[in-house]
């Protein structure tokens, strides 16, 4: 049983449209990670949430954690090929990691 | 600027063989971490460690045994390998706990006939 629900599982758009992906649970997080990651490579942290109801920007990335610090969602702007690649969430409670099933975005030129 | 390193890259094992998957970190790094990752099920936390000498079990445990003898590194041991255990295993380190960020080696990939 996978305690972060990630939706879309797969997601393929055209250059320059904008995107949200969501990550769900129904247990309460001291924070949330978002990670990316490059096939063959580990994942490389893109943000750390931890305030509920926090929102953070990345150039093109905008992360925003729940009220309730539950859930989270990424939406990236005017994507673009190279943001092509997996998006995992991730919750952490007293040093446990959990990861959500990924989202794998194909940013199409 | 090696950060976390992990050997072998590949394997091939017959059920029933062991091995050790290694992982080392150059960053002082308290915390260590054993992920496996299998197709549309992202990373799921095999062991963990918040220091030399301390370990616990994450979601998946069975079947894997770890050690921390020293900061550096933090090895998983595969007792008897089962065809299940076919994956792909990722080492983390992470300075802090409930907020640092998790540094991952390349992957090491793990066949078991």
């Known amino acids: 049983t996978q305690l972060l629900e990630q939706s879309p599982q797969f997601l393929s758009i055209q250059e320059g449209e904008n995107l949200t992906v969501y990550c769900n649970s129904s247990?309460?997080?001291?924070?949330l990670q978002w990670y990316r990651q490059e096939p063959g490579e580990g994942p490389v942290l893109l943000v750390t949430v931890v305030t509920g109801g926090e929102v953070k920007k990345l150039k093109r990335l905008t992360f925003q954690f729940g009220d309730a610090r539950k859930d989270s969602s990424l939406h990236i702007t005017a994507a673009q090929p190279g943001d092509t690649g997996l998006y995992l969430c991730?919750?952490?409670?007293?040093?446990?990691?959990?990861f959500g099933s990924g989202t794998k975005l194909n940013v199409k030129p | 600027n090696a950060g976390v390193t992990q050997t072998p890259k590949f394997q091939v094992l017959k059920t029933g063989q062991s091995m050790t998957l290694q992982c080392a970190q150059d960053?002082?790094?308290?915390?260590m971490s054993w992920y496996r990752q299998d197709p549309g099920m992202g990373l799921r936390l095999i062991h963990y460690?918040?220091?030399?000498?301390?370990?616990d079990q994450g979601e998946v445990p069975n079947g894997y045994n770890v050690s921390r003898s020293t900061t550096e590194d933090f090895p998983l041991r595969l007792l008897s390998a089962a065809p299940s255990q076919t994956s792909v295993y990722f080492c983390?380190?992470?300075?802090?706990?409930?907020?640092?960020?998790?540094?991952f080696g390349e992957g090491s990939r793990l066949t078991v006939l």
């Open positions: 960053m002082n790094h308290e915390y």
């Open positions: 983390a380190s992470s300075m802090g706990q409930n907020t640092g960020e998790l540094f």
């Open positions: 460690s918040v220091g030399a000498g301390i370990t």
């Open positions: 991730a919750g952490n409670n007293f040093n446990k990691f959990y």
């Open positions: 247990s309460v997080f001291s924070s």
